[in-house]
T-cell receptor, first 116, second 117 residues
Framework: GAVVSQHPSRVICKSGTSVKIECRSL??????MFWYRQFPKKSLMLMAT?????????EQGVEKDKFLINHASLTLSTLTVTSAHPEDSSFYIC????????????FGPGTRLTVT | AQKITQTQPGMFVQEKEAVTLDCTYD???????LFWYKQPSSGEMIFLIY??????QNATEGRYSLNFQKARKSANLVISASQLGDSAMYFC??????????????FGQGTELSVKP
């Protein structure tokens, strides 16, 4: 199946700093990528839909200025957590849909962010 | 608005037995897709099975089958012959207009399955 990678897999940062997470579709082009957040033993919460070459669409309640999303190419989307705080600590998962027709949606392995 | 509900926070099953994980949904869109994912402790999301709203037959993939009851708006996952490696979180998800590029995949609360030896 198609592969989506995320980097880094784990990151620890200090409060007040910014962290960038990359999501790449390795063997297909993705016009649409999605970013999810997951707390332990909880469901995946959709944060935003990332469209190549245009602004991301954020879900209600997600701070656009805190979670900056850039979908610069058909294979790369980035999520930057700005001025991180301990409450931003979470598991962040991206997913991507191939531009070709189909229902498939492929997930990255996730990034565990810990803000100290 | 679309909604997905999983009412079983945790389930236990004996190895080699079958188990059913419940999922109900709500949507006003006649075209939608239902998905099941497995999430082991490593965190990766593993796609298991897909059912389209217009599919006439219930989806099957190896030991996984989806019991799709459209009138009741339910899409239960059946795992036959459980294995120890099946222990994981299981999520039901739905996307309206499943082939639409911008369609959002929304997840249920999840069910934690534990397989006993």
């Amino acid at each position: 199946g198609a592969v989506v990678s995320q980097h880094p897999s784990r990151v620890i940062c200090k409060s007040g700093t910014s962290v960038k997470i990359e999501c790449r579709s390795l063997d297909f082009q993705a016009t649409t990528m999605f970013w999810y957040r997951q707390f332990p033993k909880k469901s995946l919460m959709l944060m935003a839909t990332s469209n190549e070459g245009s602004k991301a669409t954020y879900e209600q309640g997600v701070e656009k200025d805190k979670f900056l999303i850039n979908h610069a190419s058909l294979t790369l989307s980035t999520l930057t957590v700005t001025s991180a705080h301990p409450e931003d600590s979470s598991f962040y998962i991206c997913s991507a849909r191939p531009w070709t027709e189909g229902y498939e949606q492929y997930f990255g392995p996730g990034t565990r962010l810990t803000v100290t | 608005a679309q909604k997905i509900t999983q009412t079983q926070p945790g389930m236990f099953v004996q190895e080699k037995e079958a188990v059913t994980l419940d999922c109900t949904y709500d949507t006003s869109d006649p075209s939608y897709g239902l998905f099941w994912y497995k999430q082991p402790s490593s965190g990766e999301m593993i796609f298991l099975i897909y059912q389209g709203s217009y599919d006439q037959q219930n989806a099957t993939e190896g030991r996984y089958s989806l019991n799709f009851q459209k009138a009741r708006k339910s899409a239960n996952l059946v795992i036959s012959a459980s294995q120890l490696g099946d222990s994981a979180m299981y999520f039901c998800a739905m996307r309206e207009a499943p082939y639409n590029q911008g369609g959002k995949l929304i997840f249920g609360q999840g069910t934690e399955l534990s397989v006993k030896p």
